[in-house]
T-cell receptor, first 113, second 113 residues
Framework: SQTIHQWPATLVQPVGSPLSLECTVEGTSNPNLYWYRQAAGRGLQLLFY??????ISSEVPQNLSASRPQDRQFILSSKKLLLSDSGFYLC????????????FGPGTRLLVL | GESVGLHLPTLSVQEGDNSIINCAYS??????FIWYKQESGKGPQFIID?????DKRQGQRVTVLLNKTVKHLSLQIAATQPGDSAVYFCAENSGGSNYKLTFGKGTLLTVNP
């Protein structure tokens, strides 16, 4: 079976500091990978998605970037965090073909102070 | 733009009652729909899905109904339990090769003992 991991679970960072959130998937190959942000009491905002190693599509202009150095690894980064970057960050994966269901990780709670 | 929305932001039911959570969508090209459950502080969990060539699908204690005529989707939970308390999201896929989903804002279901 497939599993998805995210770390850290929670993070408190000062404004202007860098960020690196990691997501890994086990039990499948060539997945589509996604990064979402969820503000408190709000829906899911798609930030980035990737259909393969080194292939990143950005959905919204922002202070964040994403990378996919390995097939089942997806990283969300920032050089300088803003207060508005606070939120709940979710990584998800889906099969490359045949099924559109996205399966989510446990999330990372980020608080920028 | 086209979007997925929810009729009710909150729903409170008594334990043992049946719950119905509604969702309206506006993209007539959407051909796949998913319901997710998100407990506080956790990532969304897949509950059930349905394709546009079906109008009903049943799972364990859950049923999804799709009415393409009025672009309406509902999730029925039988014999609601306290553990069902969560935010429920509908999501739609309007096709394409990248399998991006459009999420609704969510409905908070509270089950009273």
């Amino acid at each position: 079976s497939q599993t998805i991991h995210q770390w850290p679970a929670t993070l408190v960072q000062p404004v202007g500091s860098p960020l690196s959130l990691e997501c890994t998937v086990e039990g499948t190959s060539n997945p589509n990978l996604y990064w979402y942000r969820q503000a408190a009491g709000r829906g899911l905002q798609l930030l980035f998605y990737s259909v393969g190693i080194g292939q990143i599509s950005s959905e919204v202009p922002q202070n964040l970037s994403a990378s996919r150095p390995q097939d089942r690894q997806f990283i969300l980064s920032s050089k300088k965090l803003l207060l508005s970057d606070s939120g709940f960050y979710l990584c998800a994966w889906s099969f490359r073909v045949g099924k559109e269901t996205q399966y989510f990780g446990p999330g990372t709670r980020l608080l920028v102070l | 733009g086209e979007s997925v929305g929810l009729h009710l932001p909150t729903l409170s039911v008594q334990e043992g009652d049946n719950s119905i959570i509604n969702c309206a969508y506006s993209n007539s090209a959407s051909d796949y729909f998913i319901w997710y459950k998100q407990e506080s502080g956790k990532g969304p969990q897949f509950i059930i899905d349905i394709r546009s060539n079906m109008d009903k699908r049943q799972g364990q204690r859950v049923t999804v109904l799709l009415n393409k005529t009025v672009k309406h989707l509902s999730l029925q939970i039988a014999a609601t339990q306290p553990g069902d308390s969560a935010v429920y999201f509908c999501a739609e896929n309007s096709g394409g090769s990248n399998y991006k989903l459009t999420f609704g804002k969510g409905t908070l279901l509270t089950v009273n003992p």
